[in-house]
């Protein structure tokens, strides 16, 4: 059974800090997603990436997958207060059975 | 481009009834999802619709089912509500099953079971 991991649970950062999200998944997969997600809103999809070596970016969010390594990972540059949500990761274990299973989520919270 | 629709945005019902949760996918698209977000349980995946048919299925019980009608709108059905049944609902569609359809998500229903 795929089990997706993300750390750390809870990141409280100050504006204008860089930091990571980490995404470790279990078996293999070369489709991985992130989302975000506000207090009591649904899911807005910021990345996909589809092969290994991706790199995508939008803003001062930057997104990667290895999938040799298994580990996807999510790169906050110069954090602002908006930027305060839960991110998370999910991953198709097969390809074609739009089964998303998402990790736990990290909460993130810029501290002005 | 109206984005995902789903009704009501709050239920709240009794041990041992039945809700009925709706959802209208982005227009041209012909999958539909649904997720449950349960406090402490994160989200798990429950059904995927395509073209009228149950295509995949998670780890759920058969009281909580489905379907999809000709315009590609679904509905979920959960019998014998149980209090652990109280989460979040979230519906997402895509164009369809294939590479680099990613799922854009509803606003979701919330279900409170009493």
């Known amino acids: ?112 | 481009e109206a984005g995902v629709t789903q009704s009501p945005t709050h239920l709240i019902k009794t041990r041992g009834q039945q809700a009925t949760l709706r959802c209208s996918p982005i227009s041209g698209h012909t999958s539909v999802y649904w997720y449950q977000q349960a406090l402490g349980l994160g989200l798990q995946f429950l059904l995927w619709y395509d073209e009228g048919e149950e295509r995949n299925r998670g780890n759920f019980p058969p009281r909580f089912s489905g379907r999809q009608f000709p315009n590609y709108s679904s509905e979920l059905n959960v019998n014998a509500l149980e209090l652990e049944d109280s989460a979040l609902y979230l519906c997402a569609s895509s164009p369809g099953p294939g590479i680099a359809y990613e799922q854009f998500f509803g606003p979701g229903t919330r279900l409170t079971v009493l």
Request: hydrophobic share 35%.
């Open chain 1, 1 to 112: 059974e795929l089990k997706v991991e993300q750390n750390p649970l809870f990141l409280s950062m100050q504006e204008g800090k860089n930091y990571t999200i980490y995404c470790n998944y279990s078996t293999t997969s070369d489709r991985l997603y992130w989302y975000r997600q506000d207090p009591g809103k649904s899911l807005e999809s910021l990345f996909v990436l589809l092969s290994n070596g991706a790199v995508k970016q939008e803003g001062r969010l930057m997104a990667s997958l290895d999938t040799k390594a298994r580990l996807s990972t999510l790169h906050i540059t110069a954090a602002v207060h908006d930027l305060s949500a839960t991110y998370f990761c999910a991953v198709e274990e097969i390809f074609g059975n739009e089964k998303l299973t998402f990790g736990t989520g990290t909460r993130l919270t810029i501290i002005p």
